[in-house]
């Protein structure tokens, strides 16, 4: 009678504690959403007195003027940058205090959220450092291609043509911009990340910045051989046609068509496309049947020709 008595205490007791363990365990979640709540709310009010200081310091009329003078940026950019700028400031600002706040009672399970939201936060202080750099320097090469009558002196040869019109002054400059854009960018995240402890160099962002660093030099030189290629071409096939040769129209189309050809086959190698051969093959094939077809085309139109100045030097030579 005593055993069945015994094991039926045992398991009450059992159920008991696990009862006392998952009511325990309710507590302590119960409170650990209550002091979430709290610290959100306290961190949302300290973020956004945050964000809304940061707002009125970078809004001011003086800091608008210098940055619009010197090209950085438009007023109406200036303001969507400033706003978005304010915004995440507030995240990073409201989960600094939850973060802050968990660790004070010994649960730093924000951490990681925290330290994710910092290094996006910085990247994207980075972008606008960059972008705002970019933009002083493409202002200042179109000052300087201004000042030398660079575009006047190019339509002298109709090189903008070659762009569909677009001047190569502006090409220059917002190529300059971009590339000065990722040097600035990630020569930034370079230098932080080396002190260890204000980003992590592993961050997703980051590595995609030092992508592009390795990128964008060879992106750039092949760009320069395909721009080079279609401003020879378009030079070249203006001079064949100024001419006013029998099929200059057709000679002068061959050429381009050559000329840029050549030039793809020379940059795609800097845009990360090694092989080139499918295209050297069609490129030959290609030249070889627009060389029959021109020799049949002459041969066939000029037959008449041919075979009357024939004959005359023929009476000469007789």
């Not at 070889?288 to 020709?305: H, R, T, V, W």
Request: charge should be positive.
């Amino acid at each position: 009678m005593d055993e069945p008595i015994i094991r039926s205490g045992n398991v009450i007791n059992t159920i008991l504690n696990r009862v006392s363990e998952n009511i325990d365990l309710l507590i302590k979640l119960s409170v650990m959403v209550g002091i979430f709540i709290l610290s959100a709310i306290i961190g949302y009010m300290v973020g956004y007195i945050a964000s809304v200081i940061l707002r009125r310091l970078l809004l001011r009329e003086k800091v608008q003027e210098v940055l619009i003078k010197y090209g950085a940026t438009t007023s109406n950019l200036w303001k969507s940058i400033v706003n978005f700028l304010s915004t995440c400031s507030l995240l990073l600002v409201g989960s600094a205090v939850i973060t802050g706040i968990f660790i004070l009672i010994g649960e730093p399970i924000f951490n990681e959220v925290f330290l994710f939201v910092w290094n996006t936060y910085l990247f994207i202080l980075f972008v606008i450092m960059g972008y705002l750099i970019s933009g002083v320097s493409c202002k200042f090469v179109k000052d300087v291609l201004s000042s030398i009558n660079f575009e006047e002196e190019l339509k002298k040869y109709k090189v903008s043509e070659s762009f569909g019109g677009i001047p190569i002054s502006t090409i220059i400059a917002t190529v300059v911009k971009w590339y000065v854009f990722v040097i600035v960018v990630t020569f930034i995240i370079l230098e932080i990340t080396t002190m260890g402890s204000l980003a992590d160099k592993n961050f997703v962002l980051y590595r995609i910045m030092n992508l592009l660093y390795d990128y964008i030099p060879n992106a750039l030189l092949g760009f320069v051989v395909l721009s080079i290629s279609l401003i020879s071409a378009n030079f070249v096939g203006n001079k064949i046609k100024s001419y006013k040769l029998v099929f200059s129209d057709t000679i002068a189309l061959g050429v381009e068509i050559a000329i840029i050809f050549f030039g793809i086959v020379l940059a795609l190698p800097h845009f990360g496309i090694k092989n080139v051969q499918i295209l050297e093959y069609s490129f030959l094939l290609l030249m070889g049947g627009i060389s029959l077809g021109l020799a049949i085309a002459i041969g066939l139109g000029l037959k008449e020709s041919v075979a009357h100045i024939s004959r005359k030097y023929e009476k000469k030579i007789k």
